[in-house]
């Protein structure tokens, strides 16, 4: 379990927010909001208010859109790495 919400964002990113997979496969959602939401829900689960999150991340929404952003750059790289 987290002791901190740096901690607890850092683990839940990693097993949360994913590189888009190619059409057909099942992977994460790739909705920032919905997984905003989803992370939210976990920190209050785990005894994290929504102020400590956002003292850590600032908006989680954006945070997550960038996040998804990097993890698609860095899955577009490996599959296609000289476009």
Known sequence: MATNAKEF??????NSVHAKLDLGQLGS???AADLAARL???A??????????????G????FIRSKLGEANAIESERR???S
Do not use: T, Y
């Open 9 to 14: 964002i850092d683990f839940w990113m990693q």
């Open 40 to 42: 939210l829900i976990a």
């Open 44 to 57: 209050k689960d785990q005894g994290l208010s929504e102020d400590e999150v956002r003292a850590e991340i």
């Open 59 to 62: 908006d989680p929404i954006e």
């Open 80 to 82: 296609h790495p000289n």
């Open 29 to 31: 959602s790739q909705i």
